[in-house]
């Protein structure tokens, strides 16, 4: 572990506009910086360097973040490789806290198996372009499929040479254990205890972690003899394949730039839409599609396109995967190939400009294709009819967002030949029932709380922004005072007792945990400390502040002249803005209560105690929102 103290350190020694310059062109603007995203494709500069408060934000794609999220972001590095990095460029030292021999152990293998794969990375790629065979069987079988030179490199393709234990005699003559090569999974042993070479006589796709680093092995055979075509590394301390995406350490800055990824079933199909310029693709790496797999690139984008084979099981695959991707709150679209054509023969056959444009064209609406595959328009047997209905209302039932689901049922209600109120009450019916069956309950009764809450998420946004409002005034004004009856208070103190007089919490997680964190500020240091906000290592604060301080086209220092609260009489200025925010947040949660209330009464399930309570918070928010309208508005 890195102690705190070398984290100090590196977070007071870091210059985030050098860290951001190695990787882009910055140019002044004021104080700050400002240079074209590397995280999306932008013609007009909107990515700012703020240096005074160490931040970067980009306002084309909302990226936002330090020193250290830069180096998360940009390199696919977690927290302490991005320290170790920034480390590394300024000299300092780190010097890591002992630890438990169970922890060292386990780190010291791990270890040695990230070294044993780029050795054997190495090893395969010098036998496909340094040995006869290599060339003969591998290269001849790459350059056959179409692959040039350098895309090969790229993907630093190899090859394992027919000779048994011709990878083991080489690792262990470079001095590596046979146990760690086991652990590995580069070399097997069978039924007689015996070692052999795991992907003898293979032509090899290594496959790399997030970060670029080689964790595993995807081996494809070209001797028809072999029972398996296909074999992968077994899973290991460094490689879990349903945390893995082939391709995504290289795709990943073209997924972001693009907004979007393709997703592939295999390498080659891979490789060759690579070759064919398009970058911002991946498979999965020998598993289906997985959630894990999914947030890895919900990183870059929100945005997916399947393509996958026409055959019976590329049709199971999408359809698995359109469900994962939607509950996983992706868009998803799903391009088709013609007949026998994959992504890697069709790239093969038109030239780059006409397979981007293709892809764009035929990227159809995940319902459309539900529709086509299930040949819907054409069915004539009423209850085969039906059953394709309930799959296509299965899968718009699997998307989180209420209004997204609405605005489905309303666009596709003709084409499946339902009505939209119909169409979005069988919608959210269905997804009762998957709630239901995700808890572990198998019923086909709806969970009314769920649905009753999905139906006030209108209220709920509108909270979220009202509680935004208070954290940003505390975040950057908390330590300014004004005189209020007479005495001096801060915006801190005035915020956060008003919060504890009414038991006010914040509705949003990530709001609790920033709040949480301004109040340890307040309470080790008397006051709100922004940088220990920014740089905090749980990614909620530091990104949620950063967010919160970052105005659009500029970060500027002149917060107070920025949201113009400080313009005639400061103190009183000042006081209104939060006192505002304050009764805002308040009416808010009283809105919230309110709606919650009249559904029920709208059901009749309401008792007298709760029409009481719905008639006193009637009248408190008429009382707020006077005060708003008298003093404040």
Known sequence: MIPQETIDIIFETVRIEEIVRDFIDLKKAGVNYKGRCPFHDEKTPSFVVSPTKGIYKCFGCGKGGNSISFIQEIQGANYPEALRYIAEKYNIEIVEEKLTKQQEDRRSEKEGQFIATKFACEYFQNALWQTKEGETIGLSYFQERGFTKEIIKKFNLGYSPKKNNSFEKSAVKAGYDKKILIDSGLIGLNHENKTYDKFRERIIFPIHAYSGKVIGFGGRSLNIDNQAKYINSNETLIYDKSKVLYGLYIAKQAISREDKCYIVEGYTDVISMHQNGVE?????????????????????????????????????????????????????????????????????????????????????????????????????????????????????????????????????????????????????????????????????????????????????????????????????????????????????????????????????????????????????????????????????????????????????????????IMTGREDEKLHKTTEKAILSLKKGIVDNQISNLQKKLMTYEINESEVNRLRELTRLKTEIAKILGRNIG
């Open 280 to 564: 911002n693709v991946v498979s999965a790496s020998g598993t289906a599609l997985g959630p894990y797999q999914i947030n890895l690139i919900k990183r870059s984008t929100n945005n997916i396109i399947l393509l996958f084979d026409g055959d019976n099981a590329g049709k199971k695959a999408a359809i698995r995967s359109i469900n994962l991707c939607l509950k996983g709150e992706m868009n998803v679209k799903i391009t088709s190939f013609p007949e026998g054509e994959d992504p890697d023969s069709y790239s093969k056959k038109l030239s780059t400009e006409q397979f981007q444009e293709y892809l764009t064209k035929n990227a159809i609406n995940f319902v459309d294709y539900l529709i086509k595959i299930y040949n819907l328009n054409d069915e004539k047997d009423p209850g085969k009819i039906i059953e394709i209905k309930k799959q296509i209302i299965r899968s718009i039932s699997e998307i989180p967002d209420l209004f997204s689901r609405e605005e489905y049922c309303k666009i596709y209600h003709e084409k499946l030949n339902i009505s939209e109120e119909s169409l979005l009450q069988q919608v959210n019916k269905a997804r009762g029932m998957i709630k239901n069956f995700d808890s572990g309950k198998r019923t086909t009764k709806p969970d009314n709380k769920i649905n009753q809450g999905e139906k006030n998420s209108k209220n709920e946004q509108k909270l979220d922004k009202q509680e935004e409002e208070v954290l940003r005034l505390l975040i950057n004004y908390g330590n300014e005072n004004f005189i209020l009856n007479g005495e001096e208070i801060s915006v801190a103190e005035m915020i956060i007792t008003e919060l504890n007089e009414d038991k006010i919490t914040f509705s949003n997680s990530d709001h609790q945990t920033l709040y949480a964190a301004i109040i340890n500020n307040i309470k080790e240091d008397g006051k709100v400390k922004l940088k220990r906000l920014i740089n905090s290592n749980v990614n909620e604060i530091s990104k949620k502040t950063i967010d919160l301080i970052s105005e659009a086209h500029n970060i500027s220092e002149n917060w107070k002249k920025i949201h113009n």
